[in-house]
């Protein structure tokens, strides 16, 4: 290989890995997300409701609800407010929409695997009785692949800089002059 070949890998190797970094840097500030977070334990809560409803299992679910009910519905705010910001004046039905296909989707789940779904879906309920933070119920439904309506890639916004250097405009003057 001529030396040139090789600058011009070299160069492609080190433009490739700096733009890999940042693809790596911006997947993470997604899967950190709060309104990941929220979709997962919407997703969450779901699945145990729906397994609940399919199992006889409502006083697991009301365990669930009683144990994490603030963490759930802190959540319920901040998916709220994506949709909003997402959304604007259409937030509600989009988010309507969200919750009833999340639903269908997790009950046809259950539809097609017949009877072996509530042998696969109680254990959850104990599962995360030993978990504490929104971090944890996030992380678990991540685990458990909880099924969503659509793939959910969402991201915080870049925190806004605010030492952003304010371009001084220059405004030229000119002297009218006028004809006698």
Sequence with gaps: ???????????????????????????????????????????????????ALSCQ???????????????????????????????GRSAQKAQDDYITQLANVQSSQGLKAGTIFCLQRMSMFDEVKPLQSVKDLSQYADAKDIMQPTSIEVCDAPASSKARATKKRTVRHTKKTTKK
């Design 1 to 51: 290989m001529s030396f040139s070949m090789k600058r011009l890998a070299l160069s492609g190797l080190i433009l490739g890995g700096l733009t890999l970094g940042q693809v790596s840097a911006a997947n993470a500030a997604c899967r950190n997300s709060a309104a990941r977070d929220a979709f997962n334990v919407e997703g969450l809560k779901s699945e145990l409701m729906v397994t």
């Design 57 to 87: 299992a409502q006083d697991q679910y009301n365990g669930f609800i009683k144990q994490f009910g603030p963490i759930v519905n802190e959540q319920e705010v901040k998916l709220k407010q994506h949709f909003r910001t997402t959304y």
